[in-house]
């Protein structure tokens, strides 16, 4: 059997807002007193194409998948910060007018193989490859209004581009027998990564393999009660958009940004079932 699809989406976020800002010594005397006004206008295009082949093969009807799957995402966002300082003993009144630009694309491929092999009427075995590629250009364009127009502020404009390469095998063996069903299997994952800050001329690159395994064990001890047993291994990595080093100014005293050194998370995750009831 073959199947092609796609989806989409798209659509613009406008976001317009508020703020103030008062910073006072300990004793609650005024330093610094502010009003900014933030809008912030985001358009963005994500196409995804997917392709999947799935073939039978022999008497017992072992299964043979192929899957592929590319992503397009487009992103920009413009953004505008007005704060207006008001006078006080420790701080003239002046106007801070900044905008900020951050274009960004993201391209992902991504593609597997699996195959399911019956040893018997009650054991199977699973075998599998994904590889996955990704690609980012994320650019942060920050500008500041001086006295002869607008200035680029190079300490804070920063054009980032990160990689990310996956390969992972895994085997996963099946066995029913007398109301029995066991699960094992291990996967093995190698992952490298790149990330160019152009402007700072700052390079993080990272290799690593982990491996990943896994065991469930389940009692079916009637028709009204059952145990179920497992263990797993697993990996939770950061969001791409927490790597990225950009600073996104909430006004004059607040931003967040991501850091491309966050290190992958892993746990090990123990489950203990007892159900009740007929299904």
């Known amino acids: 059997s073959l199947g092609i699809g796609w989806t989409g989406s798209f659509g613009t976020y406008k976001n317009f807002n508020k703020g103030y800002n008062n910073i006072l010594f300990s004793n609650d005397e005024l330093i610094s007193n502010s009003l900014t006004n933030n809008s912030n206008v985001s358009n ?40 207006d300082f008001q006078k006080t003993p420790h701080q003239n009144s002046f106007l801070s007018h900044r905008k900020n630009k951050t274009p960004s694309l993201t391209k992902l491929y991504v593609g597997k193989i699996d195959y399911l092999h019956h040893l018997s009427d009650n054991q199977r075995l699973e075998l599998g490859w994904k590889s996955s590629a990704m690609n980012a250009d994320n650019n942060a364009i920050n500008d500041t209004l001086a006295t002869e127009g607008w200035v680029n502020d190079r300490s804070t404009s920063n054009h980032f581009l990160y990689q990310e390469d996956i390969h992972a095998a895994y085997g996963n063996y099946h066995l029913e027998v007398n109301g029995w069903n066991v699960t094992a299997g291990v996967r093995m994952e190698s992952t490298n990564s790149l990330g160019n800050q152009l402007t700072s001329n700052v390079v993080n690159e990272r290799k690593y393999t982990n491996w990943f395994p896994s065991a469930s064990v389940s009692k079916k001890i ?15 990595r950061p969001d791409y958009e927490d790597l990225n080093p950009f600073r996104y100014y909430v006004d004059a005293f607040v931003f967040y940004e991501g850091n491309p050194l966050l290190q992958p ?15």
Request: charged share 20%; glycine share 2%.
């Open 222 to 236: 009637n028709d009204m009660h059952s145990l179920q047993l497992s263990y797993s291994k697993r990996i939770n």
């Open 265 to 279: 998370e892993l746990a090990n995750s123990f489950e203990l079932n007892y159900s009740f009831g007929k299904n």
């Open 44 to 83: 963005w295009n994500t196409n995804t194409v997917m392709a999947n082949i799935q073939q039978t093969l022999g008497k017992r009807e072992h299964l043979l998948s192929l899957d592929f799957e590319y992503m397009h995402a487009n992103y920009k966002a413009d953004q505008e910060l007005v704060s």
